[in-house]
């Protein structure tokens, strides 16, 4: 069964940055497109960012495109968002997910994730 643990969120404040960390086991970072999604109280997760399985190819949300970076190491068998010039609102509770499919198509939903982790706290305070 495959696991991901999530840590590196905290509290910053704007314009800073933090590193998220999301380390699989029961797996191999290679065999899955990896997403980090966030969630805001009350409202759905939402997509932040996913690294393809097959083409190894990056995808953000509008909003987090050029500020955030999404990599993986294959040796420590990790995912990483690297998250710089912080926003208020990007103050969320971040998770890591793990598709398992072979679908070229990188699933922008939550729908397209079979694995999650816990969750981090990420507050960006103004």
């Known amino acids: 069964q495959v696991q991901l643990v999530e840590s590196g969120g905290g509290l910053v404040q704007a314009g800073g940055s933090l590193r998220l960390s999301c380390v699989v086991s029961?797996?191999?970072?290679?065999?899955?497109?990896l997403g980090w999604f966030r969630q805001y109280p009350g409202k759905e997760r939402e997509f932040v960012a996913a690294i393809s399985r097959i083409s190894s190819s990056t995808m953000y949300a509008d909003s987090t495109e050029g500020r955030f970076t999404i990599s993986r190491d294959y040796g420590k068998n990790t995912v990483y968002l690297q998250m710089n010039s912080l926003k208020p609102e990007d103050t969320a509770i971040y998770y890591c997910a793990a598709d398992r499919s072979s679908h070229p198509t990188v699933s922008r939903t939550r729908h397209g994730y079979d694995y999650w982790g816990q969750g981090t706290q990420v507050t960006a305070s103004s």
């Open positions: 029961g797996g191999t970072v290679s065999g899955y497109t």
